[in-house]
């Protein structure tokens, strides 16, 4: 069955014109704002801000978390009014494992999929294989091995997990310092320690390599989960994340027009503490966010994916 | 070759891949955030990304108007989002510098699923060759004015042009290994340095 839908697949270009114009889209979103919506006037506001890009889904991770139940692909309708009221690329998400539902974001031409765990995953063993669609994938991941995972599966952008609709950074940190941990360490490391390497995170030997002899990630590497004012921004952007993508922190919080306007200004002028204080001020409260400590392991969005 | 430093504007978008083709081409740049920056540049590239959000940021930045007095006094590259920015766009959202006598409108090829990439013959006066262009959700060049000249078509349409200093394309030359339009837009500007040069040693002799 599942070779058949692969067959369906088949791209007009050879496999590495197809992954250079994937993550040339992703070039593109970089030092921008991807916003979630959930409807089209949240669409509008985001593009006016000054996003790069929005994630259209029904319901924000925040929401998600307090309602809970099986969390899935959105509605085709919606994400097809936000795509014909904005004139940024649109993203939407579908389940870990999903294959089906992406081939309807596909088929919808969606700009990038979001194979998400914010979603309750379809698969328990499998990601989806990524190579095989002509849309680009972003995927989430925690640390080193589980980035290089998804690459090689065909993502075109990576972003750190964090823990979607918390309004806490924490999480979001520790994954970006694990990730630039590991790449530094690795960087530095003897050719003859590669395959071990490779062996210990279970990721491709080719992507270890490439990380050896980079010292970066072969995608663009984003940051998600937690984000929910300029200065979470402004602190991501300085760890090393190309991009931010915000969640519930805009539309969750008393204001979310100045609030989305002022992440965008602080994720471009990240360095500049002067900029970052202006678009500080004054700001209304931003969402009351979670103390994660108090969260049970299966209440943690980030340990979903493998 | 002298060109003075090369200013990348680094608001969004891909402006990193440019650096590190100006980087090959051994010429000195710098990121430009804001107008003390770009009052030190000698040319400026305005690179791919979202032309809305580099509106909304030249706008909190108060750097349009010194953008727009910018690109009326020194060379400007602009690929994909900054060829929008530079031209007339279809788009009330974007807020255009009118530096280039061209209509383009936005996305016209359609969605990413629609980004492609293919062989453009490409005249660089010394030769005629194909270059990778690589098309991401691209806009169209729909008009041009006389002072415009057509330096590569794409089905028909121009997708890499030259109005005096400046170089505008459609498609993206950073996201190919290849260096050919960098080159030569730096050897335009560096032909023209050498001109205002020697017409200043010409006027001081006399």
């Not at chain 1, 690329?89 to 979001?114: S, T």
């Not at chain 1, 190579?131 to 080193?144: I, K, W, Y």
């Not at chain 1, 500080?280 to 299966?298: F, K």
Request: aromatic fraction near 6%; charge should be negative.
């Amino acid at each position: 069955m599942q070779s058949e839908s692969r067959n369906n697949q088949k791209s007009a270009y050879p496999a590495d014109t197809v992954r250079g114009l994937k993550i040339g889209l992703a070039e593109m979103l970089k030092g921008g704002v991807i916003m979630d919506v959930t409807n089209v006037e949240q669409a509008l506001i985001a593009e006016r801000a000054g996003a790069v890009a929005v994630m259209a889904l029904e319901r924000i991770p925040a929401d998600i978390r307090v309602e809970g139940g099986v969390a899935r692909m959105s509605d085709p309708e919606l994400i097809k009014a936000i795509q014909d009221t904005v004139s940024i690329p649109v993203m939407a998400k579908c389940r870990i494992g999903h294959f089906a539902e992406a081939q309807i974001l596909q088929a919808l031409e969606v700009d990038f999929i979001d194979e998400s765990e914010v979603l309750t995953p379809a698969d328990d063993a499998y990601h989806i294989a990524k190579s095989s669609f002509d849309v680009p994938f972003v995927c989430g991941a925690t640390n080193l091995g589980e980035a290089l995972r998804r690459i090689g599966e065909g993502a075109a952008m990576i972003r750190t997990k964090g823990e979607a609709g918390s309004g806490n950074i924490v999480e979001a940190v520790r994954h970006l310092r694990l990730l630039n941990q590991a790449m530094a360490r690795l960087h530095n490391s003897d050719a003859a320690e590669w395959m071990t390497v490779a062996k210990e995170l279970q990721a491709p030997y080719e992507l270890v390599r490439y990380v050896a002899e980079q010292g970066h990630l072969p995608v663009p590497c984003f940051c998600a989960g937690g984000i929910a004012t300029p200065a979470d921004a402004a602190l991501v952007r300085q760890l090393g994340a190309q991009a931010v993508f915000v969640g519930s922190g805009i539309f969750k919080s008393d204001d979310p027009e100045a609030r989305a306007e002022a992440i965008v200004v602080a994720t471009t002028h990240f360095d500049d503490p002067g900029q970052l204080l202006r678009v500080s001020r004054g700001l209304q409260p931003a969402m009351r966010g979670l103390d994660l400590q108090g969260l049970e392991p299966e209440q943690r969005l980030a340990s979903r994916g493998w | 070759m002298v060109v003075g430093l090369i200013g990348v504007l680094a608001l969004q978008g891909g402006y990193q891949r440019h650096a590190d083709h100006l980087d090959r081409c051994g010429v000195k740049w710098c990121l430009v955030r804001n107008a003390e920056t770009l009052a030190r540049c000698a040319a400026l590239i305005l690179p791919g990304g979202e032309s809305t959000a580099i509106t909304r940021l030249l706008q909190a930045e108060k750097l349009l108007e010194p953008l727009r007095r910018f690109t009326q006094s020194h060379p400007v590259m602009a690929t994909c989002a900054g060829l929008i920015m530079m031209a007339r766009s279809n788009d009330a959202r974007v807020e255009s510098l009118n530096a280039l006598d061209l209509d383009v409108a936005r996305n016209a090829y359609g969605r990413q699923i629609k980004s492609f990439q293919c062989s453009i013959q490409i005249d660089l006066g010394t030769d005629s060759d194909s270059f990778p262009a690589v098309f991401i959700r691209a806009p169209q060049i729909m008009q041009y004015g006389p002072s415009v000249t057509v330096l590569a078509q794409h089905q028909g349409s121009p997708v890499l042009v030259a109005q005096g200093w400046h170089l505008g394309m459609t498609f993206h030359p950073e996201l190919s290994d290849d260096l050919r339009v960098h080159r030569y837009w730096l050897e335009r500007i560096a032909a023209l340095h050498d001109a205002v040069v020697s017409q200043k040693e010409s006027l001081c002799k006399t």
